[in-house]
């Protein structure tokens, strides 16, 4: 039996959340049942990633707002590949992913991976509409399905919360790599608050440098690493240099050795000033770290403030040192919260259970 071609609709290939999600997931479907295609509308460090697993990745540029030329290269696409179901995640993809599925007449799901949208000055409008009129709504967190629901006046039917989820085997508990230290000219007693995400302004990154010098008050010897890379990065390094953190905050870029960094960690931070369900985070409690991030979106539905890590106003960067420097100051608490995060992720977060959750959204869709 042929394979059933699926085709995932993304606006970007650079290495974010909903993107890594993503990945993930085409990467994990059963290629004896699933075909899976990624096109995207922009290039990316992510395509790399999937062609090396044999994932077929086609960039299909959007030159103009309203593209019509776009629409047409994606519906022969859809019709050369045999597409019988699209995926579509972000909201681009979930606009243009709508009008293919109602001009070919095949079943699409759209996937939420945050609230950002809202922002957009018709994000609303258009997104409620695109949403009445697709098969399946997928939201990776409760918090964005109730706001969702609430704010554009929708229906409950169509929409299902599947949590994103981690390979929990890689990111098994390992001792921290002195070769790893060494390399970024850390000393090996220096304590590491590291952070994982796209230098954007969602990420709120100016919050967390700004809660830097108060922590370096009672630890100066601390080091700040921030993996990853965006727009912000030549505002953020300016802001680092004007509150003198050079020799203390380390700016690595994309990485993709995320698992070892991890385990030089000893606390991980996120200053988002919302999210869906973070990616980072999930790794980070799968490492066993605990986990300092604001209470935002679906940060409460991961973090257990107080037992697996704090929850803390979001744009308060007196609250977010606080915080870090409680943990610094208590090496037991780390290690209690780093093993509850490693244990609830476990339990609620598996990458197998997500695979398995969207398997059978695609079999329903499919009529399987």
Known sequence: MRPTSILHLIDDLNLGGAERVMATLVNLLPRQRFYPIVCSLENGIVADQLRKKGIEVIIL???????????????RLIRKKRIRLIHAHLLISHIYGWL????????????????????????????????????KI????????AEVIKRLTLSTDNFICIYNGVDLSKFQHKTSSE????????NSSDLIVGSVGGLRPVKDYPCLLKSIPI???????TKFIIVGDGPLRNSLQSITRSLRLENNVL???????????????????LSSKTEGISISILEAMASGLPVVA?????????????KTGFLVPQADSQSLA????????????????????RKKAEEKFSLQVSVDKHIEVYDRLLGY
């Not at 100051?329 to 919260?337: A, Q, V, Y």
């Open 322 to 341: 606080k915080a870090i420097i409680k943990l610094l100051k208590d090496g037991h608490l780390r290690k209690t919260m780093g093993k509850n995060a």
């Open 100 to 135: 293919a599925s109602r001009l070919t007449r095949i079943p699409m799901i759209i996937t939420i991976h945050g609230k950002s949208f809202m922002d957009w000055k018709h994000g609303n409008k258009v997104f409620r509409f695109v949403a009445k009129h697709s098969n």
């Open 294 to 306: 604001t209470n935002v979106g679906g940060n409460p539905e991961v973090i257990e403030d107080g």
């Open 215 to 221: 922590v370096l008050k009672e630890f100066p010897k």
């Open 251 to 269: 700016f690595l870029g994309w990485r993709e050795d995320i698992s070892e960094l991890l385990t030089i960690f000893d606390i991980f931070v």
């Open 61 to 75: 540029p959007k030159c103009r707002a309203y593209d019509f030329v776009f629409l047409v290269k994606l519906i």
């Open 138 to 145: 997928i939201t990776v967190s409760n918090n964005i399905k």
């Open 179 to 186: 070769t790893l230290k060494r390399n970024l000219n850390i």
